[in-house]
């Protein structure tokens, strides 16, 4: 009987993306609200957001970076908060996670999905299925 396989950064894209989220929400977080992404509402609300969206991307392991995909699926005030934690975190990471960052450089050298979605997919239905943080720009 085989052993299932691991979920690693090294071989799954999305649990490394996952991953990667998560870390720089932790860093955002920590510098703006001094508090642990557990402990913060906003914070949390927002990583759960990110990674179901991560959970529910139609191109799977074949994904670009979120900024390079076609389809947009974060809600616009999401879509900012997140801009605003990856623009402060970015720097950061390559001291705090140098893995991590090294493949998200590798993985957004990707300019185009590599597979299709589903016909029929478009950025409204993948922005209303999956409940989530309202759509409403916060300040932080």
């Known amino acids: 009987m085989r052993k299932p396989a691991r979920m690693s950064i090294f071989n799954d894209r999305l649990h490394r993306e996952s991953k990667t989220v998560e870390a720089m929400i932790a860093i955002y977080c920590q510098h703006h609200h001094r508090l642990k992404v557990m402990d913060c509402p906003e914070c949390s609300e927002l990583q759960n957001y990110a990674i179901d969206r991560l959970q529910h991307c139609p191109f799977h392991e074949g994904k670009t970076s979120c900024k390079n995909c076609p389809i947009h699926c974060y809600k616009p005030g999401i879509k900012d908060d997140v801009k605003r934690v990856m623009r402060y975190a970015g720097p950061?990471?390559?001291?705090?996670?140098?893995?991590?960052?090294?493949?998200?450089?590798?993985?957004?050298?990707?300019k185009e999905p590599l597979v299709v979605p589903q016909s029929g997919t478009s950025s409204t239905t993948l922005e209303t299925d999956c409940p989530g943080p309202s759509a409403t720009k916060r300040n932080r």
């Open 92 to 110: 950061r990471m390559m001291l705090r996670h140098p893995i991590l960052t090294v493949f998200h450089f590798i993985d957004d050298r990707r």
